[in-house]
């Protein structure tokens, strides 16, 4: 037999004061703040590593970038910083390390560890900052020679979001570069120069300055440390101040070695280098392959093919017509020399 409609309500109530008792009667909060309770820690944890003074770094962990800091900079940064404690709401009162460790707990941090664990030839310590990390197998919070990673996503900017929509339109503009305005390409073209002509400065000048301060004191300088890194962010690429020499001072021996190929090399460069004439017909060839380049357009390259046809049909013309009269003029001539020949025929006759 089918419920009637008031059986039903019945039974829906009935199962609704079930699901009121089985709940804990001491917790007033409903269901959903308590869910919304739990996402404390990811927004504490979303505000920390948004925060620019938590110095962190880039490392490889199991073939994935990941962002790192030590547990040491984690103490003294909620030090300096104790109103993030804010965003905990009800846990605000709790320790660094009772944070940390339910950061750990709920996955939103991991403990690593250096691969390398011993100290390579030629350097007195162990990296402060390692490339590559591993896994720790106990995964609780400590302040020594420890290191953290971030394992959620990070939220994406408004700048990354705009820059996206940005790429596409940039490699179309990229692509219809030849129907450019004359002027427009001059632009480009110029500041494309430069800018390839400052990144090979910067690069020869902090060569230069690392191997004369190399040869003359013994010691590593790197000006822009980071300018070639592949894991270093858009803020690290940039720093001026180089690190901080780790390594031996080098021998004397292999100094005045290098320095003599240096003298050597340039000496070497200095005698084969191109004279005036030389670099002039370079820049010539040079200027006519970018004048080419500058200097297309399709209206040019339509008129250009139009011309070479109406060019080829003039010829041809041309040549049918001087094919037609010299066929012509060898049949009058072919005419002639037959006339001719029968009228000496009729002289020999009558002769006879």
């Known amino acids: 037999m089918k419920k009637s409609g008031a059986e039903k309500k019945k039974a829906r109530r009935s199962s609704a004061s079930v699901q009121n008792v089985s709940r804990d009667p001491g917790s007033d909060t409903p269901p959903r703040k308590q869910a919304a309770k739990k996402d404390v820690f990811q927004l504490f944890a979303e505000k920390v590593r948004d925060h620019k003074d938590l110095v962190s770094r880039w490392a490889v962990l199991q073939e994935t970038r990941v962002e790192y800091f030590r547990g040491k900079d984690f103490v003294s940064f909620m030090k300096s910083h104790p109103e993030l404690k804010e965003t905990l709401e009800s846990d605000r009162n709790l320790e660094t390390e009772d944070i940390a460790d339910i950061l750990l707990q709920k996955n939103l941090l991991v403990r690593c560890d250096r691969v390398v664990k011993t100290v390579r030839p030629g350097k007195k310590k ?209 005419a002639d020399e037959t006339e001719s020949f029968e009228e000496s025929d009729r002289h020999e006759n009558d002769s006879m």
């Open 126 to 334: 162990l990296s402060t900052w390692p490339a590559h990390l591993e896994i720790f197998p106990d995964q609780v919070f400590s302040e020594n020679d420890a290191f953290f990673a971030w394992t959620f996503v990070k939220r994406r900017p408004l700048w990354q979001t705009i820059l996206s929509f940005i790429w596409p339109v940039l490699t179309l503009a990229i692509c219809l570069f030849p129907v450019y305005p004359h002027r427009c390409k001059l632009i480009i073209l110029y500041c494309c120069a430069g800018v390839l002509l400052l990144i090979l400065s910067l690069l020869l000048l902090r060569a230069a300055i690392f191997g004369a301060v190399w040869i003359v004191l013994g010691k590593r300088v790197w000006f822009f440390p980071n300018i070639l890194a592949e894991e270093a962010t858009l803020r690290e690429l940039f720093r001026f101040w180089p690190k901080k020499d780790e390594e031996e001072r080098a021998k004397w021996t292999s100094r005045l070695f290098y320095a003599i190929v240096a003298m050597l090399v340039i000496l070497l460069l200095r005698h084969h280098a191109p004279n005036e004439a030389a670099r002039l017909r370079y820049q010539k060839r040079m200027s006519n392959i970018i004048d080419d380049v500058l200097e297309w357009s399709p209206s040019l390259a339509l008129s250009g093919m139009m011309e070479k046809q109406t060019f080829n049909a003039t010829e041809n013309n041309n040549f049918s017509s001087e094919s037609n009269a010299t066929s012509h003029s060898e049949t009058v001539t072919s």
